[in-house]
């Protein structure tokens, strides 16, 4: 692997992390030893991302549609989430790591939702990465529910009405659950597949795509710093000629 710092770093490294349930299936066990392994690639990703300098690193972690899974295998993740946060915490925050979770929380069970807040309110001030995981999300969900929240406030306030509308797109930003986090600047999706799924489809409008075939828990540190050499040669244009 090169040492050579890597040059042009995103600000903000998104993932989509996929490819468990095969990655155990390729070695004849259940579904859920690729989640347990897949808990060592956040670990890896998140080392290289504060090696790196990147600022922000994002984790789609369970999706709206993922409450679909049968009840066995949602229950096991949900509890690896509570076990891998009180685990984790101590060194992510002496390691300045600040902890978000983005989501759908009304769908989380209640030990899950105090782990959350325990572990964002220790975390909150910590500023050499942000590490924000994606849980109970999805992309329709989070612009649904920004825009009404934008409707709440224009009912309450009928005398802002012109002045809210005005601020156009960018003001809408205020009102989706990633307000004040820039949007990624690229998104890795592993294990082959190429599509979204209903993640970041506000936010991910000019991010660059990445589609690699590692399977989410054989995905560590060399892979992420070859996404990052991957992004560091793209041409950005935002419709722009150049
Ligand atoms: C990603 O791996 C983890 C979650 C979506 C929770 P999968 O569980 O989707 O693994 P595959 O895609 O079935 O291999
Ligand atoms: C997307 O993976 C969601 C997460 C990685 C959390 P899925 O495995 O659920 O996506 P589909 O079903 O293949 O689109
Ligand atoms: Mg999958």
């Known amino acids: 692997m090169s040492t050579d710092k890597v040059t042009n770093v995103p600000v903000h490294v998104s993932m989509i992390m996929d490819g468990n349930g095969r990655w155990a299936k390729e070695r004849g066990k259940e579904r859920v030893f690729g989640h347990f392994e897949g808990v060592e690639s956040v670990r890896a990703c998140v080392e290289a991302a504060v090696e790196n300098g990147v600022k922000y690193l994002s984790l789609y972690a369970f999706s709206e549609e993922n409450w679909n899974r049968p009840q066995a295998e949602?229950?096991?993740?949900?509890?690896?989430?509570?076990?891998?946060?009180?685990?984790?915490?101590d060194k992510l925050d002496s390691n300045g790591v600040r902890f978000m979770v983005i989501g759908n929380r009304a769908r989380l069970g209640d030990s899950l939702n105090r782990t959350i807040d325990e572990c964002m309110e220790r975390t909150a001030s910590n500023t050499t990465l942000t590490l924000v995981i994606f849980l109970s999300y999805?992309?329709?969900?989070d612009i649904f529910q920004a825009a009404s929240?934008?409707?709440?406030?224009?009912?309450?306030?009928?005398?802002?009405?012109?002045?809210?509308?005005?601020?156009?797109?960018?003001?809408?930003d205020r009102y989706l659950s990633t307000a004040g986090i820039p949007d990624p600047d690229l998104i890795v999706r592993t294990s082959g597949e190429s599509r979204m799924s209903n993640y970041l489809l506000w936010q991910g409008a000019y991010s660059e795509l990445l589609f690699v075939d590692t399977l989410w828990p054989d995905f560590r540190k060399e892979h992420f710093r070859a996404a990052l050499e991957t992004f560091a040669k793209r041409d950005r244009r935002y419709g722009k000629v150049k």
Request: charged share 30%.
């Open 74 to 89: 949602v229950e096991t993740l949900m509890g690896l989430m509570v076990k891998a946060m009180a685990d984790e915490m």
């Open 149 to 172: 929240k934008m409707a709440e406030e224009i009912a309450l306030h009928p005398e802002r009405k012109d002045e809210i509308l005005s601020a156009g797109v960018d003001g809408f």
């Open 138 to 141: 999805s992309g329709k969900w």
